[in-house]
């Protein structure tokens, strides 16, 4: 008798009836103190209490220099304007992100490999890991649109069927990050706590939501709680700086309508204890080139 595929059980119901706020049910922190790897312990406690941790230089000029010209290169390929994985600006009709530029890109290939990016997010999440999203985002001046607040997790869990909060996500600036060209906000310490959404997922809905995230994004009651309790974190940094943030942070970023792009490369690590099963709150999963189907370990 062939028996059902045994259903993982759901700890962060979302995109029901209505949003609720539960507590976080994971550690934060995945490596046992004092676990080998780049980041100190007091680093360590920093990312385990706030979410995030801001590293002010982890590329020299010339190795930003090297991957600016590798996302001005992809983003003036027309195969890859033409390429699912290309997402259009709404308004400019300009490139705003490219997926999977670990595998569309050698140079990028190497960024993921380098020690000093994998093996943080080895040592944060305990394990071997693999790339379970990468993207460039332009974020070209002149109206270039931000990213609604959200959590990353909330959306990895009900549409791409990671089960527990044991991901995380490196944003490497690859142009200044003033604080007036739509830098990242993060709340501190709001990965804590996990956001229930209201609302049902869309059929296809990352057709939308990579444009402008509707399901999945918190009430204005919701976020003034949010924001009362923890505060807005907005990160500035030279090129080559980066932030590490927990993938349940709740975080936005808000519209570019200087004359200064706000480029970044951005990847996500989950645990390969962690591999997506089927979508919590969703019909179907999300191509692969957005939430990967593929869990080879980075080496
Ligand atoms: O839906 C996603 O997976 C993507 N969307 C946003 C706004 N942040 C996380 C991720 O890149
Ligand atoms: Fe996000």
Redesign the pocket.
Same mark, same amino acid.
């Given at each position: 008798m062939t028996t059902a595929p045994e259903r993982t059980a759901d700890l962060y119901p979302t995109r029901g009836t209505v949003e609720a706020i539960t507590p976080r049910q994971d550690p934060v922190v995945w490596s046992e103190p004092g676990a080998p790897g780049p980041l100190g312990a007091g680093e360590l406690t920093d990312f385990d209490r706030d979410g995030f941790l801001a590293v002010e230089q982890l590329l020299t000029d010339e190795e930003v220099a090297v991957y600016r010209a590798e996302l001005d290169r992809l983003v003036a390929d027309p195969a890859v304007r033409s390429d699912e994985r290309a997402i259009i600006e709404p308004k400019s009709q300009e490139i705003r %992100?490219v997926f999977e530029v670990h595998k569309l890109s050698e140079t990028f290939a190497g960024l993921v490999r380098d020690p000093r990016v994998v093996d943080v997010a080895r040592q944060i999440l305990g394990s071997d890991v693999y790339v379970h999203?990468s993207?460039i985002n332009v974020k070209p001046g002149f109206g270039a649109s931000g $990213?609604?607040w959200?959590s990353?997790f909330e959306?990895?869990h009900a549409?791409?069927g990671l089960p527990r909060m044991r991901a995380v %996500?490196v944003s490497i600036a690859l142009t200044r990050n003033h604080d007036t060209n739509g830098g990242l906000m993060i709340m501190p310490g709001s990965h804590r706590t996990f956001l229930g959404c209201a609302g049902e997922t869309p059929k296809d809905n990352?057709k939308q %939501?990579?444009r402008m995230?509707e399901a999945g994004t918190p009430s204005n009651e919701a976020l003034t709680r949010l924001a009362g309790d923890h505060g807005i974190r907005l990160f500035t940094g030279r090129a080559g700086s980066a932030t590490w943030f927990d993938c349940n942070c709740m975080h &936005?970023s808000g519209d570019n309508i200087t004359p200064y792009p706000r480029s970044n490369v $951005?990847v996500?690590f989950n645990s390969v204890d962690n591999a997506a099963v089927e979508p919590f709150a969703a019909p179907v999963p999300?191509p692969g080139f957005? &939430?990967a189907r593929d869990f080879t370990p980075v080496r």
């Open positions: %992100s999203q993207r $990213f609604y959200h990353d959306t990895w549409e791409d %996500s990352y %939501s990579l995230q &936005g $951005f996500v999300r957005i &939430g």
